[in-house]
Each structure stands twice: as structure tokens, then as C-alpha cells.
């Protein structure tokens, strides 16, 4: 059974810090590319960071420079590091896994707020 279990949203003050889990399981997680996406109210669903399966990573120009995505292919875990948090990333924070199929997590909710 694949399951993509995202964790570590919350609530922050503008300028602070997070940093988001994506569990993967039930799949060749070192096969697939690997990408956060997020989704603010009334808004579309964007991506954020995606990287290969050889490691190379695209970021969305919003978060370049303050965002940094990582995986770990033995935890089968990809993370978002997310600094200098702005109240405009507030959104809920999706995983996505695809290759042959693509796969998303139920998301988690992160809130930038004073």
C-alpha cells in the first residue's frame, strides 16, 4: 500500500522556520522524483521544489534561496527546509511521488503568522 505521510507543519512567526517530513512507503521511493506543492486558500496548487531521482532540484523563483529540499533514499523521507518564512507561504504542503504513477499525501497545514 503506498503512503506518502507529510508532518511538521504549524504555526510560525513571519522570518521563522520549519521544516516539513514526507514519509514514503509501499514503492521504489529512490526511483521516483519527489516534489513539494502547496495550496493557499483560493489559490491553485503550486509546485514548490521537485527533485530527481538523480538529485537535481528545481525550486519555484517564490521560495528559491530561502527554501531547501533534501531526500534520504535509505529512510525513504524527502524534507522541506523552509526559512524566512513569509505570511504568503501559508498554504497546506503537499508530497508528491511520480514515476510510473504519481502518488500525493493528504498534506499538512502551515501557518505564517505575527
Known amino acids: 500500500q503506498v503512503q506518502l505521510v507529510e508532518s511538521g507543519g504549524g504555526l510560525v512567526q513571519p522570518g521563522g522556520s520549519l521544516r516539513l517530513s514526507c514519509a514514503a512507503s509501499?514503492?521504489?521511493?529512490?526511483?521516483?522524483?519527489m516534489g513539494w506543492y502547496r495550496q493557499a486558500p483560493g489559490k491553485e496548487r503550486e509546485s514548490v521544489a521537485v527533485?530527481?531521482?538523480?538529485?537535481?532540484?528545481r525550486y519555484a523563483e517564490a521560495v528559491a534561496g530561502r527554501f531547501i529540499m533534501s531526500r534520504d533514499n535509505v529512510k525513504n523521507t524527502v524534507y522541506l527546509q523552509m526559512n524566512s518564512l513569509k505570511p504568503e507561504d501559508t498554504a497546506v504542503y503537499y508530497c508528491?511521488?511520480?514515476?510510473?504513477?504519481?502518488?500525493w499525501g493528504k498534506g499538512t497545514l502551515v501557518t505564517v503568522s505575527s
Open positions: 508528491n511521488a511520480r514515476f510510473l504513477e504519481a502518488y
Open positions: 509501499g514503492f521504489a521511493f529512490s526511483r521516483y522524483t
Open positions: 527533485m530527481s531521482s538523480l538529485g537535481s532540484i
